[in-house]
């Protein structure tokens, strides 16, 4: 993840919403063009961020950064996403998600090309405030998209979308290994913003010309922006049933706790994002091929982790599958951050994504259980809170400590995720 798309809350795509009643169901297939057209623009987000993660060594060795400085011009594009997200909420519900949804990413696939032209920490803080501005926008819009779509075609399809972008994300991670060693920095993010235009294109066409259902009604769209973690935690049930009793003191504790539990996940998924390649190349010595390589790892072990997430929550319970899922990635955060060996590093990093794959959903899910929608808003609150934190941290520490340790903060966090749900458990009995 992203990061980075946790704001927004809706209805359970389970049950259907009020707005969902009144809105005829498609008369298409299940993948009609216009969910095959929104689904490869999730993909074409997830596989320009990852373009731009794979690079982020390159860019870092051009403008000659700290690793402190880097974390500052990391978080510019955070800023860049929370100043949009707003913005991009009034202009979905004024001109429609879907024409917003293209132009985002169409700003998206011109704004990744800009990181290799900056030669100055400034200039790359800059360019980043622009690419985050993209980033943000365009995930604010196609979830809105998604969750209209949802309610048009009377079926739990928002999951698919996400994984469009995790499997985007990995495609972008595989080429942009591939290109890492033929093509200069400039070249490879051109290739990748000019392939990211053509789908915008095409799909954009496509979705533009489907019957699309009507604007959400204005207190639904005020309440947020939509959200990936939120989607996928809130369809497992529950949130809107539990709005009266969200006002009470232990309600607000409970949901207090997995909101926390949710920025201890984002804070390590945010990390990663934005550390792995890094601590790959110059801690271990991986070449930049293989460094792309180990974070398409730890991202195809996330994407896993959350197709059998469904199942094993199910299987193991919800407190058993945190527990272990933090458990996992905690022991695997501190493989990948202090082994020696670039293929152990890169094991410690799958195990950390099938770890932290259910743990952010499943923190989401239970916050919208105990609170309704107020619940969902404030544990996606905070855990944006950790996306946006954690870049920043582990460059602070990396200077102070080294990056290998800096890392082994991601383990505590992971621990601290494992081990809230309990505390939330017992205080439900």
């Given at each position: ?9 809706h209805?359970?795509p ?10 005829p ?15 490869a623009?999730?993909a ?27 974390g500052?011009?990391?978080?510019c ?5 929370v ?13 429609g ?8 990413l ?17 200039a ?18 196609m ?7 949802v309610?048009?075609?009377?079926r ?5 979308f ?11 991670t595989?080429?942009?290994?591939l ?7 400039a070249?490879a993010?051109a290739?990748?913003g000019?392939l ?6 095409g799909a ?9 259902a009507?604007?959400?009604a ?22 809107a ?6 006002g009470r003191?232990q ?8 909101g926390?539990?949710?920025l ?6 945010g ?39 469904t ?9 058993r599958?945190m527990?272990?899922?933090g458990?996992?990635?905690a022991?695997g ?5 202090l ?9 410690g ?16 899910a ?8 107020q619940?969902?808003a ?5 855990g944006?809170?950790g996306m ?9 520490l990396?200077?102070a ?18 081990l809230?749900?309990l ?7």
């Amino acid at each position: 993840m992203s990061l980075r798309n946790k704001i927004r809350s809706h209805p359970s795509p389970d049950r259907p919403s009020p707005q969902s009643r009144s809105t005829p169901p498609l008369a298409d297939s299940p993948w009609g063009p216009a969910r095959l057209a929104l689904t490869a623009f999730f993909a074409v987000d997830g596989f320009l961020f990852a373009a731009w993660v794979v690079r982020i060594p390159d860019v870092r060795s051009q403008v000659s950064a700290s690793h402190s400085a880097l974390g500052l011009a990391l978080l510019c594009l955070s800023i860049g996403a929370v100043i949009t997200m707003p913005v991009v909420g009034r202009l979905c519900l004024r001109f429609g998600s879907r024409p917003v949804t293209v132009g985002s990413l169409a700003l998206l696939s011109l704004a990744v090309l800009l990181p290799a032209h900056a030669h100055s920490i400034a200039a790359l803080g800059g360019v980043l405030l622009l690419f985050g501005a993209g980033y943000g926008g365009a995930n604010v819009a196609m979830n809105s998209a998604a969750v209209d779509l949802v309610a048009q075609l009377r079926r739990p399809v928002m999951p698919s979308f996400h994984a469009g972008y995790s499997f985007g994300g990995l495609l972008g991670t595989g080429v942009s290994g591939l290109l890492a060693g033929p093509l200069s920095t400039a070249w490879a993010l051109a290739l990748s913003g000019l392939l990211g235009m053509a789908v915008t294109v095409g799909a954009g066409v496509v979705l533009l010309r489907s019957p699309a259902a009507p604007l959400v009604a204005p207190d639904r769209a005020a309440a947020g922006t939509a959200g990936t973690a939120v989607a996928e935690g809130v369809r497992d049930g529950g949130a809107a049933s539990a709005a009266a009793g969200a006002g009470r003191p232990q309600t607000r504790f409970l949901v207090l706790l997995l909101g926390v539990t949710a920025l201890c996940t984002a804070y390590g998924e945010g990390a990663i994002a934005d550390w792995t390649t890094l601590h790959l190349t110059d801690d271990v010595h991986a070449s930049a091929a293989v460094a792309a390589t180990g974070y398409g790892a730890y991202a195809f072990a996330m994407a896993g982790g959350r197709v059998g997430g469904t199942w094993l929550s199910i299987r193991l319970g919800q407190n058993r599958l945190m527990l272990f899922g933090g458990l996992t990635a905690a022991a695997g955060m501190l493989v990948a951050a202090l082994a020696p060996a670039v293929p152990l590093s890169i094991c410690g990093f799958v195990l950390v994504g099938l770890g932290l794959a259910n743990l952010f959903p499943l923190a989401i899910a239970r916050a919208g259980a105990a609170g309704g929608p107020q619940g969902v808003a404030l544990a996606s609150s905070l855990g944006y809170g950790g996306m946006l934190i954690g870049p920043v941290v582990i460059g602070f520490l990396a200077d102070a400590a080294g990056l290998p340790m800096a890392l082994t903060t991601v383990a505590v966090a992971a621990t601290a995720a494992a081990l809230l749900p309990l505390t939330v458990g017992r205080r439900n009995r």
